[in-house]
Each structure stands twice: as C-alpha cells, then as structure tokens.
C-alpha cells in the first residue's frame, strides 16, 4: 500500500507575493494528490491578517475532507465573542 503525506507551512495563508489566497493553498493540497495533509501555521479566527476566518474550517470544506487541530496559541478576547487561535492541522479522507 502506498499513502503520500505532504506537510505545508502555509503563513496563514500568505504567499511570496504578500496576499492571502486560500484558494491557492487548496489547489496546491489537491495537485499533491496526497492521502494525509499536515498543515502549520493555519489560522481560526485568529486575527487581521487572516480576516478573522476559520480557515481549518474553509480549507477542510473546500477540499472535501476531514480534520483536525491542534491550537498552539489561544487568545481569549475581550472585543471578539470567539477565541483566537494559530497552530497546526491535520487533514484527511474521510474512512469509507
């Protein structure tokens, strides 16, 4: 059996080219064709930079597939009813 696994910082979604482009990122997670994805840097509501998205959420919806996260920082605020969080993500198909 052969599985690919790719890992991918993804700078919250910034480029070389300084813009935040989510579905850039997807299209290169689906050209790799890989059965588990590792992603660092990823961002949940977590602040400016990344408008405040879930993009765990967007990226695992736009792809088609399950996942998982792991906060490496949390920030309760007093201005957002959500917490901020940045870390890492772990993506996959789903079992059939």
């Not at 700078?11 to 579905?23: A, C, E, F, M």
Request: aromatic fraction near 8%; charged fraction near 25%; charge should be positive.
């Amino acid at each position: 059996m052969e599985i690919r696994v790719i890992t991918f910082n993804i700078h919250h979604g910034k480029g070389i080219d300084k813009q935040v482009d989510l579905y850039r990122i997807a299209e290169v997670i689906e050209i790799s064709d890989a059965d588990i994805i590792g992603l660092n840097e990823v961002d949940k509501h977590f602040s400016k930079r990344s408008l405040y998205k879930n993009q765990i959420s967007w990226l695992a919806k736009q792809l088609k597939l399950e996942h998982a996260f792991s906060p490496s920082l949390s920030i309760n605020s007093k201005n957002l009813k959500i917490q901020q969080r940045y870390g890492s993500m772990e993506m996959h198909l789903a079992s059939q």
